[in-house]
């Protein structure tokens, strides 16, 4: 089974940026594509960005997009999450996931494993 590993969370002020890491036990996810989630309290799980297995197609959602970038390096089964200008608003557990194929998508019914999460705040 794939287990996931998130590391890189932490507290940083608004504008600062964080790098999240996202390991994999096995190899699988050099084959599939992945995704970041994240979750705030009190608010449903949202869709951050996703990349495709050999990262030549990405996508993110509305609220990230220009500011955080997605990226994968298959030989050492990581997937990372560049944020920039942090806004308090991005306060949320991040989740890494692996999806049930090759191809991107936002749904998260379409990822197969997940990650325990790692915590981002961002003070004001």
């Known amino acids: 089974q794939v287990q996931l590993v998130e590391s890189g969370g932490g507290l940083v002020q608004a504008g600062g940026s964080l790098r999240l890491s996202c390991a994999s036990s096995r190899r699988t996810p050099s084959s599939v594509a992945m995704g970041w989630f994240r979750q705030a309290p009190g608010k449903e799980r949202e869709f951050v960005a996703t990349i495709s297995w050999d990262g030549g197609t990405t996508s993110y959602g509305d609220s990230v997009k220009g500011r955080f970038t997605i990226s994968r390096d298959n030989a050492k089964n990581t997937v990372y999450l560049q944020m920039n200008s942090l806004k308090p608003e991005d306060t949320a557990a991040y989740y890494c996931?692996?999806?049930?194929?090759?191809?991107?998508?936002?749904?998260?019914?379409?990822?197969?494993?997940w990650g325990q999460g790692t915590q981002v705040t961002v003070s004001s």
């Open positions: 996931a692996a999806s049930r194929s090759s191809l991107t998508t936002r749904n998260e019914n379409g990822y197969a494993y």
